[in-house]
């Protein structure tokens, strides 16, 4: 019977004959994933919390994104299991004797706190739309499906006065602030799972869940203007096929301004992260040579020699020090801004590969290496899920989901409440 891993390892000199790279893609897109939601709400707390108004049609586009990006979020490590059934004990069981098993409670926890400020911030949407329904009469089987989706939406709370929706601005404020910790913790504790791996030497570092969380919080700002921006101009091209104007949707003018000047205020934060993800990621990186363990030797050979390409030109090269001089640069414009979250979101995935791929890359006998093969073309099952198709589906469901999930709570043309 084949060992898993065994399909995509090759191995170099001497390594143990049990040694594969049990942990592929799959572990990747999972720190990954879950850093963007991480990132994605703390881009909403900008001003839900802090209060920066230039960012408040994005703070709402960032808090339905990350809502999707969570049900994303574990799928990572289902498809990684050999009995996926058995994820579901995570949340179900969850306890703090691991950090895996302490998941389920952090996963649970956010959960709450993301759908809470969602009932709060559209909650004067839920009644605007059930209360003309319920008023009415004969009603189509549309207008029934509706009227229920929205009606059960409403937890059966139809106060709209000033003093009602004052009280859930203030419960949306306390909740955002009592998110920011739990999403750094969400994605902190995958950080904490590597960097507490005694055996590995490229983990065991105390700096590993502080880069976790700086990094995430660059992905999931990055993201959140990726896509965006590619919102904003499909709804462009919508405004500028419709022949009238509408006095609910913005003309083609006014969506070019607004995503400009919300596109160049969220750029200087992601800037502000992304200077300080790079300076902590170079400080261990420093640390590390000038501690020069025991294991440094092995260490050495794979930062600056196996690994070189994808850690300093594809990571530090292409994914930080690139987008940091197209942000830096003066006049940003959406194309620009584009190519830079690009540039950003690869240099975090190569983080993580590099971490996790990287972590695996040579033998505990330290005389011998370890080469990972992304599985591109299926076979079978386990090729499909460990491979190049299945980290696709990974990050391509938050969009599905994220395109139902707007119809029921719309980041575009609501009415502001809050």
Request: one cysteine or more; glycine letters at 6%.
């Amino acid at each position: 019977m084949m060992v898993h891993g065994e399909i995509w390892t090759a191995k170099e000199l001497f390594v143990y004959p049990n040694e594969y790279i049990y942990w592929s893609i799959q572990i990747v897109m999972y720190p990954f994933m879950t850093g963007l939601v991480a990132g994605a709400f703390v881009l909403s707390s900008l001003y839900h919390v802090f209060g920066i108004k230039q960012l408040r049609n994005m703070a709402r586009f960032a808090l339905v994104f990350s809502f999707a990006l969570l049900f994303a979020a574990p799928l990572p490590l289902m498809f990684h299991l050999l009995k996926p059934l058995r994820g579901m004990h995570v949340f179900m069981t969850p306890h703090f004797t691991s950090a895996i098993a302490a998941f389920g409670i952090v996963f649970s926890t956010y959960g709450a706190i993301v759908a809470s400020e969602l009932w709060f911030l559209y909650r004067k949407h839920f009644v605007d739309i059930a209360k003309p329904l319920k008023e009415k009469k004969n009603k189509t089987l549309a207008e029934w499906s509706k009227f229920i989706v929205f009606c059960s939406l409403t937890l059966g709370v139809y106060d709209v006065s000033e003093e009602a929706l004052r009280k859930d601005e203030k419960a949306i404020k306390i909740l955002a602030g009592a998110g920011i910790p739990v999403a750094c913790f969400l994605h902190g504790y995958a950080g904490f799972i590597f960097g507490s791996v005694k055996a590995n030497a490229l983990w065991m570092t105390p700096l590993m869940p502080v880069i976790f969380i700086m990094s995430a919080i660059v992905s999931g700002i990055a993201l959140c203007m990726l896509t965006y921006i590619l919102t904003m101009e499909a709804r462009k091209l919508l405004s500028k096929n419709r022949r009238r104007p509408s006095p609910v949707h913005r003309s083609h003018d006014e969506i070019r301004s607004v995503q400009i000047n919300e596109i160049s205020m969220t750029a200087r934060y992601l800037l502000f992260f992304l200077i300080f993800a790079i300076s902590l990621e170079l400080l261990d990186l420093i640390f590390r040579g000038y501690t020069a363990v025991k294991s440094w030797d092995v260490l050495r050979s794979v930062i600056y020699g196996k690994d070189f390409t994808s850690i300093f030109l594809l990571q530090y090269g292409l994914g930080n020090l690139l987008p940091l001089i197209l942000f830096l640069a003066p006049g940003l414009t959406i194309r620009r801004a584009v190519v830079g979250v690009l540039l950003v979101l690869f240099g975090v995935f190569m983080m993580r590969w590099n971490v996790v791929i990287g972590g695996q890359a040579f033998s505990l006998s330290f005389a011998g290496y370890m080469h990972y093969h992304l599985p591109i073309i299926p076979h079978d099952f386990e090729t499909f899920k460990e491979g190049l198709f299945g980290a696709a589906v990974i990050f391509v469901m938050p969009f599905v989901l994220f395109y139902f999930i707007a119809r029921i709570f719309p980041v575009f043309d609501l009415k502001e409440t809050h």
